[in-house]
C-alpha cells in the first residue's frame, strides 16, 4: 500500500482558494500517518476474488476518509477530548474546535462523493451499487455512527459484556466489515461468501478493539488511555487483562476458521488478520 497516500490525494480537495483552511485541515486529518487498515482488508478481499470488477480504488480512498472523519470527531472536547493522533496535535488542537467539527463533516461528504464516481459510467453498476450500500449501512445510525452514540452514553451507564461488544461491534468492527464485503462485492462473491466475510470483520474487529483496550491500560502506561481517562468501561476494567488476552486471541481464532471455510486463497488476507491480532503498539 505505498501508494495509499498518492491514491488518496487524488480525491481530496486542494487547499487553495477560499475554502483553503477546511481542505488543509482536511488534508491534515486524513493523510497525517495511519496503517491503511480499511482499504488494505478492501484491496485483499478483491484480489481473493480474481480482482476483476470496478475499479476498488474510489471505495478504499473513501473508506479511510470516513475512518478518519471519525476520529477527527471523536478527538473533539465534546467527545474524548484528545488533543494527540498519532503523535501529533489532533485536527480540533491545530485548527481549532470549530474547524476541527468542519474537517469531520468534510471528510465525510468527500467519501460519499468519491463513492459516487465509482457509479459514473460504470461496467458494473449492480455491484457499485451494492457496495455503496453496504458502505452507507455499515457507517451509520446501525453501525459505526450509532457505535458513536452508545460510546458517550458508557460512561454514564453500567454496561454487561454483550452490550461493551455490541457497542465494540458497531464503533469499530463496522468499518472493518464494510472494507472485507466492498471488496468481495466488487469482485463479484457471491452473498454466502460475503455474509462470511462480514463475520470474519465483525471477530476481527472485536479482537482489535479489545488489544486497544490492552494498550490502553493504565498499569502497563500511565500515560495510556483517554477511555480510562474519561471513566469509559472498557474490556480491561471490566475483565482485567488477562481474560482481555484470552478474549482477543479467541476472536482472532474465530475469524482465521470462518476464513478457512472460503474457498479461494486467503493467505494474504489471513496474514494481515494475524498482523492486526498481534500488534503491540
Same mark, same amino acid.
Given at each position: 500500500?505505498?501508494?495509499? $497516500?498518492?491514491?488518496?490525494?487524488?480525491?481530496?480537495?486542494?487547499?487553495?482558494?477560499?475554502? @483553503?483552511?477546511?481542505?488543509?485541515?482536511?488534508?491534515?486529518?486524513?493523510?497525517? &500517518?495511519?496503517?491503511?487498515?480499511?482499504?488494505?482488508?478492501?484491496?485483499?478481499?478483491?484480489?481473493?476474488f480474481g480482482g476483476t470488477g470496478p475499479d476498488p480504488e474510489p471505495f478504499m480512498a473513501a473508506i479511510e476518509m470516513l475512518h478518519a472523519y471519525s476520529l477527527v470527531h471523536d478527538?473533539?472536547?465534546?467527545?474524548?477530548? *484528545?488533543? $494527540?493522533?498519532?503523535?501529533?496535535?489532533?485536527?480540533?488542537? %491545530?485548527?481549532?474546535?470549530?474547524?476541527?467539527?468542519?474537517? &469531520?463533516?468534510?471528510?465525510?461528504? $468527500?467519501?460519499?462523493?468519491?463513492?459516487?464516481?465509482?457509479?459514473?459510467?460504470?461496467?458494473?453498476?449492480? %455491484?457499485?451499487?451494492?457496495?455503496?450500500?453496504?458502505?452507507?449501512? @455499515?457507517?451509520?445510525?446501525?453501525?459505526?455512527?450509532?457505535?458513536?452514540?452508545?460510546?458517550?452514553?458508557?460512561?454514564?451507564?453500567?454496561?454487561?459484556?454483550?452490550?461493551?461488544?455490541?457497542?465494540?461491534?458497531? @464503533?469499530?468492527?463496522?468499518?472493518?466489515?464494510?472494507?472485507?464485503?466492498?471488496?468481495?462485492?466488487?469482485?463479484?462473491?457471491?452473498? $454466502?461468501?460475503?455474509?462470511?466475510?462480514?463475520?470474519?470483520?465483525?471477530?476481527? &474487529?472485536?479482537?482489535?478493539?479489545?488489544?486497544?483496550?490492552?494498550?490502553?491500560?493504565?498499569?502497563?502506561?500511565?500515560?495510556?488511555?483517554? *477511555? %480510562? @481517562?474519561?471513566?469509559?468501561?472498557?474490556?480491561?476494567?471490566?475483565?482485567?487483562?488477562?481474560?482481555?488476552?484470552?478474549?482477543?486471541?479467541?476472536?482472532?481464532?474465530?475469524?482465521?476458521?470462518?476464513?478457512?471455510?472460503?474457498?479461494?486463497?486467503? *493467505?494474504?488476507?489471513?496474514?494481515?488478520?494475524?498482523?492486526?491480532?498481534?500488534?503491540?503498539?
Open positions: 500500500m505505498d501508494n495509499m $497516500q498518492n491514491r488518496l490525494e487524488k480525491y481530496l480537495p486542494p487547499a487553495e482558494g477560499e475554502q @483553503k483552511l477546511l481542505a488543509d485541515a482536511m488534508r491534515y486529518s486524513v493523510l497525517n &500517518g495511519g496503517k491503511r487498515i480499511r482499504p488494505r482488508l478492501l484491496l485483499l478481499a478483491f484480489e481473493m478527538d473533539l472536547p465534546a467527545l474524548d477530548h *484528545d488533543t $494527540q493522533r498519532r503523535g501529533q496535535p489532533s485536527t480540533w488542537y %491545530r485548527y481549532g474546535e470549530c474547524m476541527g467539527i468542519l474537517a &469531520g463533516d468534510g471528510l465525510l461528504h $468527500q467519501a460519499f462523493e468519491t463513492v459516487a464516481l465509482a457509479l459514473n459510467g460504470s461496467a458494473y453498476p449492480e %455491484r457499485v451499487s451494492r457496495a455503496f450500500y453496504v458502505f452507507a449501512h @455499515k457507517s451509520g445510525v446501525s453501525g459505526m455512527l450509532g457505535g458513536q452514540a452508545l460510546d458517550t452514553l458508557r460512561s454514564e451507564m453500567s454496561v454487561t459484556e454483550r452490550e461493551l461488544l455490541d457497542m465494540y461491534g458497531m @464503533k469499530t468492527a463496522a468499518l472493518l466489515e464494510a472494507s472485507l464485503m466492498i471488496g468481495a462485492i466488487l469482485a463479484g462473491a457471491d452473498e $454466502q461468501i460475503i455474509g462470511i466475510l462480514e463475520q470474519v470483520g465483525r471477530k476481527t &474487529g472485536l479482537a482489535f478493539q479489545i488489544r486497544d483496550d490492552i494498550l490502553d491500560d493504565p498499569s502497563a502506561d500511565e500515560n495510556a488511555g483517554s *477511555d %480510562r @481517562k474519561n471513566e469509559k468501561p472498557t474490556y480491561v476494567s471490566l475483565f482485567g487483562r488477562d481474560a482481555a488476552q484470552r478474549k482477543a486471541e479467541q476472536l482472532s481464532c474465530e475469524a482465521a476458521a470462518l476464513l478457512n471455510l472460503i474457498p479461494a486463497d486467503s *493467505d494474504a488476507l489471513a496474514q494481515m488478520i494475524r498482523e492486526m491480532a498481534d500488534r503491540s503498539c
